[in-house]
C-alpha cells in the first residue's frame, strides 16, 4: 500500500514516453522489502522547470529520474551538478540535500562502465574508442573518464558534436589525451558503438570490424536485440562484447546507492523484472 511515508522516485517524460523503470524498480522494492515506489509522471516540455521544482517540494520524495527530451535542461535548474554531468550535458538523476538544494548526476554511462568492468575489463589506462557523440555517446564518454582511463577517441558523423564533447572532456579531465574524427577500431582496449546502427535489419556496421583485434573488448548501446550484427562481427573476430541491454539494467544499482536505498546486482534486477 502507497501512503504519504512511501518514498516516492518519480520519472519524469513526455507523456508519451514508454516508462519501463517501474517495471524493474518496484519488483525489487516488493521482493526488497523496502517502502519505496517508482511513479511515471508525464510532462510537457514547457511545463518541465517549474514541475520538477515542484515535485520535490513533497514530503516523501526521494529523487527524480529523468528521461528526454528533459535531461538536457535539467542541467541549468539545478544548484549543483557532477563532472559527469557537465562533460555528458545532461543530467538524469537529481535529489534533495538536507539543506534543501537540488543537486544532480548522469548514470547513463555509469551503467555501461559498470558492466564492462563487471566482466572484468580493466580501464585504469585503457585506450578507448566511442563512435557516436549523441546523449548516450557523452554519457559514456563522460563516465569512461571518470573511472581512470587514459586516452579516449571520439566519432561522429556530426564532426562539431563529437569536438564539443572533446572539449569538455579535456576542460574536465585534463590528464585524458583526446583525440577526434576516426572511427578506425585498431589499437584500442575498449570499442563502443554509440550509435543507432543495428535497430534496423541491414544497418551498416559503425566501423571497419575487420580492424578489430581479439583483445578488444567490444560494447554496444542498441537494445532491439541482444546480439547485433556489430556485436556477432565482434566475436566472429574473438572479442569479449557487451549487450546494449546490460548498461540499462547495471546504471540501476548506481541509482539505489545515489539515492540511499539498498542496493542489489543487475541479474536480480534482471530475475525481478516484469518487461
Same mark, same amino acid.
Do not use: W
Given at each position: 500500500?502507497?501512503?504519504?511515508?512511501?518514498?516516492?522516485?518519480?520519472?519524469?517524460?513526455?507523456?508519451?514516453?514508454?516508462?519501463?523503470?517501474?517495471?524493474?524498480y518496484n519488483?525489487?522494492?516488493?521482493?526488497?522489502?523496502?517502502?519505496?515506489?517508482v511513479v511515471?509522471?508525464?510532462? #510537457?516540455?514547457?511545463?518541465?522547470?517549474?514541475?520538477?521544482?515542484?515535485?520535490?517540494?513533497?514530503?516523501?520524495?526521494?529523487?527524480a529520474l529523468?528521461?528526454?527530451?528533459?535531461?538536457?535542461?535539467?542541467?541549468?535548474?539545478?544548484?549543483?551538478?557532477?563532472?559527469?554531468?557537465?562533460?555528458?550535458?545532461?543530467?538524469?538523476?537529481?535529489?534533495?540535500?538536507?539543506?534543501?538544494?537540488?543537486?544532480?548526476?548522469?548514470?547513463?554511462?555509469?551503467?555501461?562502465?559498470?558492466?564492462?568492468?563487471?566482466?572484468?575489463?580493466?580501464?585504469?589506462?585503457?585506450?578507448?574508442?566511442?563512435?557516436?557523440?549523441?546523449?548516450?555517446?557523452?554519457?559514456?564518454?563522460?563516465?569512461?573518464?571518470?573511472?581512470?582511463?587514459?586516452?579516449?577517441?571520439?566519432?561522429?558523423?556530426?564532426?562539431?558534436?563529437?569536438?564539443?564533447?572533446?572539449?569538455?572532456?579535456?576542460?574536465?579531465?585534463?590528464?585524458?589525451?583526446?583525440?577526434?574524427?576516426?572511427?578506425?577500431?585498431?589499437?584500442?582496449?575498449?570499442?563502443?558503438?554509440?550509435?543507432?546502427?543495428?535497430?534496423?535489419?541491414?544497418?551498416?556496421?559503425?566501423?571497419?570490424?575487420?580492424?578489430?583485434?581479439?583483445?578488444?573488448?567490444?560494447?554496444?548501446?542498441?537494445?532491439?536485440?541482444?546480439?547485433?550484427?556489430?556485436?556477432?562481427?565482434?566475436?566472429?573476430?574473438?572479442?569479449?562484447? #557487451?549487450?546494449?541491454?546490460?548498461?540499462?539494467?547495471? #546504471?540501476?544499482?548506481?541509482?539505489?546507492?545515489?539515492?540511499?536505498?539498498?542496493?542489489?546486482?543487475?541479474?536480480?534486477?534482471?530475475?525481478?523484472?516484469?518487461?
Amino acid at each position: 500500500m502507497i501512503t504519504g511515508n512511501t518514498d516516492i522516485i518519480a520519472h519524469i517524460g513526455y507523456p508519451t514516453h514508454s516508462f519501463k523503470s517501474p517495471m524493474i524498480y518496484n519488483p525489487y522494492f516488493e521482493q526488497a522489502g523496502i517502502h519505496a515506489v517508482v511513479v511515471p509522471m508525464g510532462c #510537457q516540455a514547457p511545463d518541465y522547470p517549474a514541475f520538477l521544482k515542484a515535485v520535490f517540494t513533497l514530503t516523501n520524495i526521494r529523487g527524480a529520474l529523468i528521461t528526454m527530451p528533459h535531461k538536457v535542461t535539467t542541467v541549468g535548474l539545478l544548484d549543483e551538478v557532477t563532472a559527469t554531468v557537465k562533460v555528458a550535458g545532461a543530467c538524469n538523476a537529481v535529489k534533495r540535500t538536507e539543506d534543501g538544494r537540488l543537486v544532480g548526476d548522469m548514470f547513463d554511462g555509469a551503467g555501461f562502465v559498470r558492466g564492462v568492468q563487471r566482466k572484468g575489463l580493466n580501464l585504469q589506462g585503457a585506450r578507448v574508442l566511442v563512435v557516436g557523440s549523441g546523449g548516450v555517446g557523452c554519457a559514456i564518454a563522460a563516465s569512461l573518464a571518470g573511472a581512470g582511463i587514459a586516452a579516449i577517441s571520439l566519432f561522429d558523423v556530426n564532426t562539431a558534436s563529437a569536438e564539443g564533447l572533446g572539449r569538455r572532456l579535456k576542460q574536465h579531465h585534463p590528464h585524458i589525451d583526446v583525440t577526434t574524427g576516426s572511427n578506425d577500431p585498431a589499437g584500442f582496449d575498449l570499442v563502443v558503438n554509440a550509435t543507432p546502427m543495428g535497430m534496423n535489419e541491414g544497418d551498416p556496421l559503425p566501423m571497419d570490424v575487420s580492424r578489430l583485434s581479439p583483445d578488444t573488448f567490444v560494447g554496444e548501446v542498441v537494445m532491439r536485440s541482444d546480439i547485433t550484427a556489430f556485436l556477432a562481427a565482434a566475436q566472429a573476430r574473438g572479442c569479449r562484447v #557487451q549487450v546494449g541491454s546490460d548498461m540499462l539494467f547495471e #546504471q540501476i544499482p548506481a541509482y539505489l546507492e545515489y539515492f540511499g536505498f539498498p542496493t542489489t546486482t543487475a541479474d536480480n534486477l534482471r530475475a525481478v523484472a516484469q518487461l
